[in-house]
């Protein structure tokens, strides 16, 4: 995890001038992609066979519509929380400001309770780079009051997500780079 403001750093900013994650790096230090909706499908490309993008025209554009969805909308609407000052110049209205921003993400995170239903994925009955990004976002709702509570297709999700050796490997990584730069782990309260 990134310290709080820890994307206006100068050394952040050198990998991505725009001050906002995610940023990935790639093997030549010149080359580094941002924003999710064009990391994910690159990252999709790594592995062709695992179908991460879709199969099919169809699909590849449920992909994208999904992404757009949670990473233009749900995601998008955490920024009051996140970045109050960007909203707010005085500072007494933050805790408001963070109620209504609460309150309009309730119903985006019950529109993908609906979405992903009992299922185990969100698109196709298969994983994809949707799950990823819906997975982060479920980790993001444990700052919510009640948290995942009244979403329990997203907490069923969530769940099985981070039973998933691969998820428990990144998770660990995360934990022991964020550890090692010295900045603080917070445990969140899904």
């Known amino acids: 995890m990134m310290p709080a403001g820890g994307s ?5 900013l050198s990998i991505n001038p725009h001050g906002k994650v995610p940023a990935l790096q790639l093997a030549d230090p010149l080359r580094i992609l941002t924003e999710a909706i064009a990391i994910l499908p690159y990252l999709a490309e790594l592995a062709p066979a695992a179908r991460l993008g879709g199969m ?8 994208a519509e999904a992404l757009g969805f949670m990473i233009g909308e749900v995601h998008s609407d955490w920024g009051p929380h996140f970045a109050p000052q960007r909203f707010l ?14 309150e309009r993400l309730k119903p ?3 529109f993908l309770d609906g979405m992903i239903g009992t299922a185990p994925w969100l698109l196709f009955g298969r994983r994809t780079i949707a799950d990823a990004y819906l997975y982060m976002l479920t980790r993001t709702a444990g ?5 995942l509570k009244p979403f329990t297709n997203l907490a069923a999700f969530r769940a099985r997500m981070e039973r998933d050796p691969g998820v428990i490997a990144a998770l660990a990584e995360q934990a022991a780079i964020s550890c090692s730069a010295g900045e603080v ?3 969140d309260n899904a």
């Not at 099919?56 to 992909?63: D, F, K, L, S």
């Open 185 to 187: 782990v917070l445990a």
């Open 56 to 63: 099919n025209a169809i699909e590849h554009a449920r992909v």
């Open 89 to 102: 110049l005085d500072p007494s209205g933050y805790a408001e400001l963070e109620r209504v921003t609460f």
């Open 8 to 12: 206006r750093l100068p050394a952040y």
């Open 143 to 147: 700052l919510m009051p009640g948290a």
């Open 108 to 110: 985006q995170y019950a």
